[in-house]
């Protein structure tokens, strides 16, 4: 009943939600709930899927100031690049997630040899941010599980029961169950400030980074430009992918804080 109770959460809509409580903006903690979904798009293949949910820290000085890490962790992250440079901002973000992929025809029972197999990501991540208000370095550890672990299964046929939709077959085929480790780096630059004109203007923001793991490997690179009325002063849109959550404010004059 528990598990159906947080998967009817999941399923209740799309929003992406960022609260901070009314205390100062360094010494506020960000929720974030993140729910993408093939449906929009009128599709059901490939990443059909997601869910995430993110809790950020307040600015840190050092990531040693955090009461949230133990000893041991803070003596490890105290390593990475970029967390003795002076200056810089830092957050913590610590997520629970879960990705579901699916092959394009999901009526068959039979094992489809050539297209996405059925699949599930179930893990747990910690991402540790340096920034100023023009670059952005992340670095973030996932770890979890593939396969029937994953629970994507009985997040499915949840969802699609609920709406009445007809259940994938060819959940027998999915991939075998396989704990996964994966290391990210993702680096942003804001190469066009924001320029306005009585709250309404533009910014670009640059990507590239890759991870490394048994679960996924890659690089990628890209850039958003953004338009619209008072932009947060964040680095852009925030994906359910590795070291997409980086919407903690990168300065305080961000319009969600009010005085």
């Not at 995430?52 to 003596?75: A, C, M, N, Q, V």
């Not at 690049?81 to 901002?89: D, F, I």
């Not at 068959?108 to 991402?127: F, Q, V």
């Not at 338009?227 to 919407?247: A, H, K, M, V, Y």
Request: charged share 25%; net charge negative.
């Amino acid at each position: 009943m528990t598990l159906r109770f947080f998967l009817l959460v999941f399923c209740l809509g799309s929003f992406d939600n960022v609260h901070a409580d009314h205390h100062a903006p360094d010494k506020s903690w960000t929720f974030t709930f993140r729910f993408e979904n093939d449906l929009f798009a009128g599709t059901d293949r490939h990443y059909t899927n997601g869910i995430k949910l993110s809790f950020i820290s307040p600015d840190l000085t050092r990531f040693r100031d955090s009461d949230k890490l133990p000893e041991w962790g803070k003596r490890i992250v105290s390593h990475l690049p970029y967390s003795q440079v002076e200056g810089l901002q830092r957050n913590i973000v610590f997520s629970i997630g879960q990705n579901m992929y699916t092959p394009s025809d999901i009526r068959t029972r039979e094992l489809i040899k050539n297209d996405r197999p059925y699949a599930g990501w179930l893990y747990g991540s910690a991402a540790f941010h340096n920034k100023d208000y023009r670059h952005l370095d992340t670095f973030e550890i996932q770890a979890g599980f593939v396969g029937p672990l994953s629970l994507a299964e009985e997040a499915q046929n949840f969802i699609h029961d609920l709406r009445g939709i007809d259940r994938a077959r060819g959940w027998d085929n999915q991939l075998k169950d396989e704990p996964g480790l994966a290391l990210i780096y993702d680096h942003k630059d804001r190469v066009i400030t924001p320029v306005t004109l009585k709250g309404f203007g533009f910014d670009a923001i640059t990507h590239y980074g890759g991870a490394l793991g048994n679960v996924f490997t890659y690089a990628n690179a890209g850039m958003e430009m953004r338009i619209g009325w008072n932009l947060p002063s964040d680095f852009g849109t925030s994906l359910i992918r590795p070291g997409g959550e980086t919407n903690a404010p990168a300065a305080t004059m961000d319009p969600r804080f009010e005085e």
